[in-house]
């Protein structure tokens, strides 16, 4: 990888981190901030389109936090088994808000102290 090349894998690296913590502390704004942009070849995108779902959602954004949650279920819908319910998590949330008639226990959206990966 060039120098440039891992800079910005460092720098994507250390604004995901940013982003978790200020989610963590409910500074949505903020950690939106951090989340974007999502570059096409960054290996973090993933969980950001997961966490700007979630963000979204929280703040009652249901086409935005559907248009995340979607990007991130398709990314990740081969992903390695261990990651397989933050997949199944994000698309119940993501079922839930195309059908609000649905309740589901697990269609709700993670408060900020939810693990994160």
Same mark, same amino acid.
């Given at each position: 990888?060039?120098?440039? #090349? ?14 978790? =913590? ?14 974007? %942009?999502?570059?096409?070849?960054? /290996?973090?995108?993933? %969980? @950001?389109?997961? @966490? ?5 959602? /929280? @703040? ?6 559907? /248009? ?12 390695? %088994? ?7 998590? &994000?698309? =119940?949330?993501?079922? &839930? ?5 649905? /309740?589901?226990? &697990? #269609?709700?959206? %993670?408060?900020?102290?939810?693990? =994160?990966?």
């Amino acid at each position: 990888m060039s120098d440039a #090349g891992s800079s910005y894998a460092f720098a994507s690296e250390v604004s995901y981190m940013k982003g978790q =913590a200020l989610f963590r502390l409910g500074r949505l704004d903020e950690a939106a901030d951090e989340f974007l %942009p999502v570059r096409f070849l960054d /290996k973090l995108a993933g %969980p @950001r389109f997961r @966490r700007l779902g979630q963000i979204e959602d /929280k @703040r009652g954004n249901r086409e935005q936090a559907i /248009k995340w949650y979607a990007r991130f279920v398709d990314l990740w819908q081969d992903c390695d %088994p261990e990651l397989r319910p933050q997949v199944d998590e &994000a698309r =119940a949330r993501l079922a &839930a808000l195309q059908n609000p008639s649905l /309740k589901a226990s &697990a #269609g709700t959206p %993670p408060g900020p102290t939810s693990p =994160a990966t």
